[in-house]
T-cell receptor, first 112, second 113 residues
């Protein structure tokens, strides 16, 4: 079945760039998403990319999509302590973007 | 500001109790979803609904049921709560035909003792 995989933990120094990686299996996904979850809160949409795009940039965030390898990444430039959170990758599963398949989430820890 | 509101942030219930988790959205979204979140397992889909009075099972529906009598409200019911249903429950909604993904509620942390 459809699956989305992410590494579970990433630690970076404040001011460095963070790169969170994700692989997915459903090649028919129309959109791919990155969500952020801060402690004790629900998930907040950060950004999404249409499957016919290679890259999308939004301020400090850069999303790269390698459709051939089914690999998605999220780069956060100049990482700050406020970026500490869990980041979820999601793909538009069967039925298109109405039903999303989520990865297990990557916990990003930012240290001074 | 658009919202998905979950009625309780924290809930403690006893084993065997019937538990209702309520979710209301004010965005006129057709689609609504219930997930549970457990450490290391990510989000697992319990049930979803594409329309009023319509429901479909997700990946882990056992021990749960849902109700959607009105478009804005999607309720998750634990028929007889068990300790393995202790978890964070997240409700989400989306607009059919939009690429904007889901809007999530803040979650309900349920503890079954």
């Amino acid at each position: 079945g459809e699956d989305v995989e992410q590494s579970l933990f990433l630690s970076v120094r404040e001011g460095d760039s963070s790169v969170i990686n994700c692989t997915y299996t459903d090649s028919s996904s129309t959109y791919l998403y990155w969500y952020k979850q801060e402690p004790g809160a629900g998930l907040q949409l950060l950004t999404y990319i249409f499957s016919n795009m290679d890259m999308k940039q939004d301020q400090r965030l850069t999303v790269l999509l390698n459709k051939k390898d089914k690999h998605l990444s999220l780069r956060i430039a100049d990482t700050q302590t406020g970026d500490s959170a869990i980041y979820f990758c999601a793909e538009g599963g069967p039925g298109g973007y109405n039903k999303l398949i989520f990865g297990a989430g990557t916990r990003l820890a930012v240290h001074p | 500001d658009v919202k998905v509101t979950q009625s309780s942030r924290y809930l403690v219930k006893r084993t065997g109790e019937k538990v209702f988790l309520e979710c209301v959205q004010d965005m006129d979204h057709e689609n609504m979803f219930w997930y549970r979140q457990d450490p290391g397992l990510g989000l697992r889909l319990i049930y979803f609904s594409y329309d009023v009075k319509m429901k479909e099972k997700g990946d882990i529906p056992e021990g749960y049921s849902v109700s959607r009598e009105k478009k804005e409200r999607f309720s998750l019911i634990l028929e007889s709560a068990s300790t393995n249903q202790t978890s964070m429950y997240l409700c989400a909604s989306s607009f059919g035909g939009s690429p904007n993904g889901y809007t999530f509620g803040s979650g309900t942390r349920l503890t079954v003792v």
